[in-house]
Each structure stands twice: as structure tokens, then as C-alpha cells.
């Protein structure tokens, strides 16, 4: 394995990052405390600081000891990482301190951004006790605003007075469901409000940091230019988001057929459009290079414009590792010093990880470097497939063996959070991917000559149909048969075992090892009798699950594969609604609709299923009077029907009570209440997300 010899000894970093991420992932999951952290890093520390003393025989006896110390050195390093960037560990938390109905003074964050019923926007927040001794805390908020002209006047900056409680934002905990807590926690968002015009006091000072001011100005002005010059809301939309990743203008609908067809990569900021500030810039400050006491001024140019973009993009995961990545190149390319890619990409993301350990959960920071480290290691490898003579064939070809190598590591990963495979990703990449940088260009040269409202009409009309052309050719690859393979479903050991195969028989072909053949065969095969038994599992299963929509009733009644629905008809028609709330618990439990379920029975809302007896009692559920009392293992309340949990229990003999969340909060809390008196158990899936009971 000299191959895997040569890379270890010339990327340092990555023996750095691997200790880095274990600390992060052990931290987080294991809850490992400060002192621990700590006391491992010291104890390491000291055994490293000896080891960097002592004598050359000595370090040669003990060189393993060596190796272990500097790997708890890091470990404990990326644990105590995660645990101060945690905000829960933090002495002044928002949650530690704020009471409900005290009055706040909110600062905002960002420009309100516009949603559909309401207006968005995040602050800092500033407790106001009742003496005059304001408390600064830390974690912010999300604001919504109800529409009204009011609120027009406020922006980054602006300040107000809140008295109303704030919301602890919560997980619907609906299986499969994407963990908005957590992305929230991580982004040190705790609560939410929502706020009607009389519902809080706009003060009239503002508190502005200049630099995040001129970047929002910035980016407000480039949205600006974008949606005056070039025509139709889709092509605009989409040409705000090419340029600085501005979506509160996209088109959902063209997101969907740009994700279905797995080029979505080119709306979201990433080193494809850094790659592409870079080659500009170095195009355009190539005459710096030419001159001896102007050369250094190139580099520093360099850098200080891709950052300049990448915090004009938003500065996420994905954007600051590119910015960090060609940083370290443009660094290296004028020091002359030649430079590993390997150690390039570990180092910034042993950096990136440094400043924000939770990043290592970020889809865009995954996906990022699978997509960077896929393409170095398979690009040339598939390229030399065919030699083509021709220049423009050949270039096409090129742009091929990029797509199919970026696939390679990051299908796995994009399966497991995105659950689907776009099977026509070749060819649509064909045209996407030029035609998304010729605009990105275009809209560059848009915003320099927009102060000439002439060549900026024209070019703003050359961008609406390249743009137009774009769309269109996704929409249709998305249109055609096949175009997606849907729900899939990867765990995390599939995931692992699968990387490995991955892994294995790529050093096989590139390196002509049979050790990578056997093993790649070996993880393979175990990846595919995970996947066998994760299937025989789904067929045996029996469960009902209640789930928790707002407003709505949906329940599932699954039988090994097979499911039977029963809920608000809205669920049915509405694909956000049913995609986000139900479709992942579905493709988790590996489900397949079906018109009647041979074990599912029902008559006047009373469902017998398996060995189990579900009443569902609705406002059109009607009582009837029978000699003896109604059997049902569980009692569903839903869409707020009148009555009182005695005079339930007077007609319906029952193990436990679901109140599902179609129920008013003040009903919800009352039936609590009189189960908790009646020792009857009750589950309310508002507060504990969805019920799931397993009858085998």
C-alpha cells in the first residue's frame, strides 16, 4: 500500500482530523463532561510536552506512547470543542434565565424576509427583569411577524419590546422527520414567537455591527439589480440564488425538479462558484503577478474577494469551506510551495470544525467535501477511460467524468438525508452545469454594468433566456419516466458498511490491490444482508402510528409493508403537508399504500386491528346507547369533540387515551388534567410527538 503510505505521510492533517472528529462525536453523544475534557487534554499534554524533551532512545522506546498521547490531545480537544459551543453549557443560556411574561428587548439580527402569511427574521434578545438591571443572555429567536404596514419599518438593526411567551422550538418527533431542534440548537435558536401588530413596541434605536450592515445593504442592492433587469419571477428567483444564495424569491416547485434531477447542486452556493470567483480574479489581477513590487498585492486581492463572496452567500458550511480551501491554494501558490489536495481539504476542515464543531451535522458541509474529495481521487482515473482527439467532444467528456466522479462518495450520503436518486443526473449535468457558470458570469457582469441602465437591460435579457433554457431542460428531464428512484432508505450502519465497500474496491481498481478486493466484497456483502434483514424486519412489523400535523388528524394502520390510512383528506392532496409530515416515517418503515388492509376493520370510527380495538372519536362520533360498556385498548380524541373524560369512561372501557393534534391546547390540557385524576394514561401527541404502538 504505498499509495496510502505516501498520502498519510504527505497530508498531516488528516491524521489530525480523525482524533479531531471522534472527540466531537463522542461528546456529543455520550454527554462527556468539561472536567473530563479537561483532564484528559492536560494529562496528554503534559505526556506530549516530555515526550518533545526527552532523548532520541527514549522517544524511540516509547514512540507508540507518543502517538496515543497526541491522539487524546485531540480527541479531548474536539470534545471540549462540542461542549462549549453547546449553548446549553453556557452560565448565561437563555433558557436558565427567562421567565413566561417577562418583557424582552429584541434586537434584530437580519432583514425580515417574506413568507407566505407572515414575515420572518431572527434576534438576539436582551431580559428585562423588573429592576433596572438588564440581563444580556445567549441563544436567539425566531420572529414571525403577522402581515400589516407597521413592520415595514423595521430591518437589521431595529429594536423592539416584547411581553408575549415565547415558544420552545420543538421537534414534531414523527418518525424519519428531519431533527429541526437540533439544526435549530445548533444554530443557537431556542424559541419562537409569533407576533401581531399590537403585540409589541418598536423602539427607536438600532444596534448595527457596520460590517454585517454593508453586507446586507450589499446583498439587498445585488437582489436589487437582479430582479429590475431580468424579466420573470422564476428566472429572477433562481438568478438570486445562483449569484448569492439569496431562495426567498425560488420557486419551490423548480427546486424540486432541479433536486429530482440531482442538479441542485448549482442553485446552492458552493466551490462551484467559488472555483469560479477564483478564476476570475486571477484573470483579472494576473497584471499584479507581472510586476515584482506589486505581486504580493495579488494573493491578498485573492483572498479578500472570495471571502468577500462567501459572506455576501451567507457564509454556510459549504461556502466557507471552499473559501478556506482556496485560501490555503492561493497561499501555497505564492509561497511556490507545492501542496497536497489531500492535506489542503483536511486542513480546512480541521479549521472550519475548530470554529464550529456542529458543522460536522451539516448536509451541505457532508455532501461539500464528499463531492471535492470524490472528484480528486476519481476524476483522472475515469477520464483516461477513452482519449478523444476532438477538443469540444473532449471537453464535454470532462465535464462527464467530473459529474460521474462526484457521485461516487457523495450518492451514499445524499441517500441516507435525502432518501431518492436522480437516474438521469448524467445527462442533465451536461448542460446544467456550463450553462449555470456561463450565468453566474453573466450576472456578475449584470451588477458591474448596471449603472449603465442600457447594457444592463440587454444583459439582463440575454440572462432571462439562458436562465429560461436552463429551467425548461430541467423541468423536462424531471417530467420523464423514471427520472427519480424515491424512497430509499440508508441507517447508519448500511452507510458505513457501504463507504467501506466504496473504499475498498476503489483501491482495487486504482491500486490493483486484492486485499481492497476482498475487503470492498466482504463490506458489500454485509452492507447487502443489512439491507435483506432491515426488509424482513418491514415485513413482519404490525403497528399504528398517530401522527402529529397541526390541525390534522393522520393515522397509520401498518401492516408489514403494506399501510391503511385514515385522516383529514387535505393530507392527501397536499404534497408539502404529506412530504413533510408523513412521507419519512413511511419511507423509514419501508411502506406501501394500499386500499383496504385485509386486517383492518372498521364500523362507526371503531377499528379493530390485529388483536387490538382503536376507537377514533371525532365531532361527528356519536354515542349510542349500548347494555354494556365499548372495549377499546386506546381511545383517539381528535377535531375537538364535546365531552368530558367521566362521562367517557362511563360508555367506553379503555386502556389509554391519544389526544392527536387536532385538538385546541386549552382541550388538551383539560383532558389531561381528568385522565391524571381518573389514573387513566393518556398521551397527547402535541407534547410528545407521535404515538406509535407496536402490536409484535
Known amino acids: 500500500m504505498p499509495y496510502i503510505k505516501y498520502t498519510w505521510k504527505e497530508a498531516p492533517f488528516i491524521r489530525l482530523i480523525i482524533p479531531l472528529i471522534a472527540g466531537i462525536l463522542l461528546q456529543w453523544n455520550l454527554n462527556i463532561t468539561s472536567t473530563i475534557a479537561w483532564t484528559i487534554l492536560i494529562t496528554s499534554l503534559i505526556a506530549f510536552i516530555v515526550f518533545s524533551f526527552a532523548k532520541v532512545g527514549f522517544l524511540f522506546k516509547w514512540n507508540k506512547l507518543n502517538g496515543v498521547s497526541i491522539n487524546l490531545l485531540l480527541i479531548a480537544l474536539g470534545m471540549l470543542l462540542s461542549y462549549y459551543k453547546n449553548m446549553a453549557h453556557q452560565q448565561n443560556w437563555i433558557s436558565k434565565f427567562y421567565q413566561p411574561g417577562q418583557a424582552m428587548k429584541l434586537t434584530l439580527e437580519e432583514p425580515l424576509s417574506e413568507k407566505a402569511k407572515s414575515y420572518k427574521s431572527v434576534a438576539s434578545v436582551l431580559l428585562l427583569p423588573d429592576s433596572n438591571d438588564a440581563k444580556p443572555v445567549k441563544g436567539n429567536i425566531v420572529l414571525y411577524f403577522q402581515k400589516a404596514s407597521s413592520i415595514l419599518n423595521l430591518d437589521y438593526g431595529s429594536q423592539i419590546i416584547i411581553t408575549k411567551n415565547l415558544q420552545p422550538i420543538k421537534n414534531s418527533n414523527n418518525p424519519g422527520t428531519f431533527n429541526y431542534e437540533r439544526y435549530a440548537a445548533f444554530q443557537d435558536i431556542y424559541y419562537q414567537v409569533y407576533l401581531k401588530p399590537n403585540e409589541f413596541v418598536i423602539l427607536n434605536t438600532k444596534e448595527e455591527n457596520a460590517f454585517s450592515k454593508f453586507i446586507f445593504q450589499t446583498r439587498k442592492k445585488i437582489v436589487s439589480i437582479l430582479s429590475t433587469y431580468i424579466p420573470g419571477d422564476k428566472e429572477s428567483g433562481l438568478a438570486e440564488a445562483l449569484l448569492i444564495g439569496y431562495k426567498d424569491d425560488l420557486d419551490m416547485t423548480l427546486v424540486q425538479s432541479y433536486s429530482n434531477t440531482g442538479v441542485v447542486h448549482v442553485v446552492a452556493i ?40 462567501a459572506i455576501l452567500a451567507g457564509a454556510g458550511p459549504s461556502v466557507i469551506r471552499s473559501a478556506v480551501m482556496f485560501t490555503c491554494i492561493v497561499i501555497g501558490e505564492s509561497l511556490k510551495r507545492p501542496t497536497s489536495i489531500y492535506n489542503t481539504l483536511a486542513a480546512s476542515a480541521f479549521l472550519l470544525l475548530s470554529y464550529n464543531p456542529f458543522w460536522l451535522w451539516d448536509v451541505g458541509f457532508q455532501l461539500s467535501y464528499a463531492a471535492v474529495l470524490s472528484i480528486v481521487i476519481f476524476m483522472k482515473p475515469i477520464y483516461d477511460w477513452f482519449y478523444i482527439q476532438n477538443k469540444m467532444l473532449d471537453f464535454i467528456w470532462k465535464l462527464n467524468t467530473i459529474t460521474i466522479a462526484a457521485q461516487i462518495l457523495t450518492v451514499p450520503v445524499s441517500i441516507y438525508h435525502f432518501h431518492q436518486f436522480p437516474n438521469y443526473f448524467l445527462f442533465t449535468n451536461i448542460l446544467a452545469v456550463p450553462l449555470s457558470s456561463l450565468i453566474v458570469l453573466g450576472e456578475i457582469l449584470l451588477c458591474t ?14 440572462l432571462h433566456w439562458l436562465i429560461w433554457v436552463m429551467n425548461s431542460f430541467v423541468e423536462h428531464m424531471g417530467s420523464l419516466p423514471f427520472s427519480l428512484w424515491d424512497s430509499l432508505y440508508f441507517s447508519i450502519p448500511q452507510l458505513i458498511l457501504l463507504y467501506a465497500a466504496i473504499i475498498g474496491l476503489s483501491f482495487w481498481l486504482l491500486q490493483k490491490t486484492k486485499t481492497g478486493l476482498k475487503a470492498g ?12 434483514w432491515s426488509f424482513y424486519q418491514s415485513s413482519q412489523q404490525q403497528k399504528i402510528i398517530v401522527y402529529n400535523v397541526p390541525q390534522h388528524t393522520a393515522i397509520d394502520f401498518i401492516n408489514g409493508r403494506e399501510y391503511g390510512f385514515v385522516g383529514d383528506s387535505i393530507l392527501l392532496e397536499d404534497d408539502f403537508l404529506r412530504n413533510f409530515h408523513l412521507k419519512p416515517s413511511r419511507i423509514l418503515h419501508r411502506m406501501n399504500l394500499t386500499d383496504s388492509l385485509n386486517t383492518l376493520s372498521t364500523t362507526n370510527n371503531y377499528f379493530l386491528f390485529g388483536d387490538k380495538k382503536i376507537l377514533l372519536i371525532d365531532t361527528n362520533y356519536r354515542f349510542e346507547p349500548l347494555p354494556e360498556k365499548i372495549k377499546a385498548d386506546i381511545v383517539i380524541l381528535s377535531k375537538n369533540p364535546k365531552l368530558y373524560i367521566n362521562n ?32 387513566l394514561p393518556c398521551f397527547s401527541v402535541v407534547d410528545k410527538g407521535a404515538f406509535v404502538m407496536n402490536f409484535r
Do not use: E
Not at 372501557?653 to 381518573?678: E, F, L, P, R, Y
Open 270 to 309: 458552493s466551490g462551484l462558484h467559488l472555483g469560479l470567483i477564483y478564476w476570475l480574479l486571477n484573470l483579472l489581477l494576473k497584471p499584479f503577478y507581472k510586476r515584482k513590487h506589486t505581486r504580493w498585492l495579488k494573493p491578498v486581492l485573492v483572498i479578500a474577494g472570495l471571502w468577500l463572496f
Open 449 to 462: 454594468v448596471s449603472i449603465i441602465p442600457l447594457l444592463a437591460k440587454y444583459a439582463g435579457i440575454a
Open 521 to 532: 466484497l466482504i463490506f458489500f456483502i454485509g452492507f447487502m444482508m443489512l439491507r435483506s
Open 648 to 679: 367517557l369512561l362511563k360508555s367506553v372501557d379503555c386502556k389509554q387515551i391519544i389526544i392527536d393534534a387536532s385538538n385546541s391546547k386549552w382541550k388538551v390540557d383539560k383532558w389531561q388534567q381528568d385522565c391524571s385524576n381518573a389514573g
